[in-house]
């Protein structure tokens, strides 16, 4: 069996508290790679620590989560029956500092995720709206430009309203455009992807990456991104897990492991009727070429 790669898991945040270690160790027992995403800088220093521990097969994207730099996000998550609260602290973003923390390990592979998210604006007064939109830009072209200044990729994260799921992505395919027209350069990944089949595609031309989860494993609500992952090119598609979150078919509800990504794998060759040999060499092709792992 071709190994994996889980292109995007947070097994720095708290639900990996006390098995980080042993998380990291199975999954690198059968597979190749895995990238440790942060959403802060606490949890972008976190995955570095973690990474530094291991000679190869641990890699590093360090970034800020939009909804962060609006909130403080506050989330109980019950995994196999124990509850993990998150708390984060609301963080402004600072080039600086993500400037210095990309730079303090060679395993860091990539700025993200960032990007747009208004999931949750609904808890906001309207009129703040605006003003945390326009927040969550800023940062996003901050860190685009970090970003080209020290060629890495970006992990690029995008959710909606409630009420309008997908305008979002072109919001974000836009800025990335806007950049792109101004004769810089972008690559990355449409990490978790859940626009529709004509956006993806309008990000493929812009020569991104689309990342599918365990969700496409989802026997609910999910047919409209298995049709997506079946239409993609194989050559641009990477698999994740996003661990702790989203475990797929048949571990929905539990704490999510980054080896479950052959779950997402199996998915994908199911859905295209190849074997789950090609999804694996692709796939890790894809990873290893775009993180240069
Ligand atoms: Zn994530």
Do not use: W
Not at 27 to 54: P, R
């Amino acid at each position: 069996m071709k190994q994996l790669v889980d292109s995007h898991c947070h097994i720095n945040f708290i639900a990996y508290k006390n098995d980080a270690d042993e998380v990291i160790k199975n999954f690198l027992h059968e597979n190749y790679a895995l990238m440790i995403v942060g959403s802060q800088e606490s949890t972008s220093e976190k995955a570095i620590e973690y990474a530094d521990k291991y000679e190869r097969g641990v890699y590093v994207s360090v970034g800020l989560h939009p909804i962060d730099l609006v909130d403080e996000a506050e989330d109980t998550v019950v995994m196999d029956g124990v509850p993990y609260t998150f708390k984060n602290r609301q963080e402004d973003f600072n080039q600086d500092r993500y400037r210095k923390l990309a730079q303090f390990s060679d395993k860091v592979k990539a700025i993200g995720e960032v990007g747009l998210d208004y999931f949750y604006f609904d808890k906001f007064s309207p009129e703040k709206i605006p003003e945390f939109k326009a927040k969550q830009k800023e940062a996003l072209l901050g860190f685009m430009e970090l970003a080209e200044e020290l060629n890495l990729p970006i992990i690029f994260h995008a959710r909606g309203e409630k009420t309008d799921p997908f305008g979002v992505y072109d919001e974000m395919f836009q800025i990335i455009k806007s950049v792109l027209d101004n004769g810089r350069k972008v690559r990355g990944v449409v990490h978790c992807f859940g626009g529709n089949l004509g956006q993806a595609e309008k990000f493929l031309e812009l020569g991104l990456y689309i990342g599918f989860t365990g969700i496409i494993t989802f026997k609910k609500k999910s047919e409209e991104l298995q049709g997506i992952a079946k239409a993609l090119p194989l050559d641009k598609i990477l698999i994740e897990t996003d661990s702790p979150f989203l475990s797929p078919e048949p571990y929905r509800g539990k704490k999510c492991l980054p080896q479950y990504v052959r779950f997402v794998a199996e998915k994908i060759a199911e859905l295209k009727g190849i074997s789950l040999e090609d999804v694996a060499e692709t796939t890790t092709n894809n990873a290893k070429n775009l993180f240069s792992i």
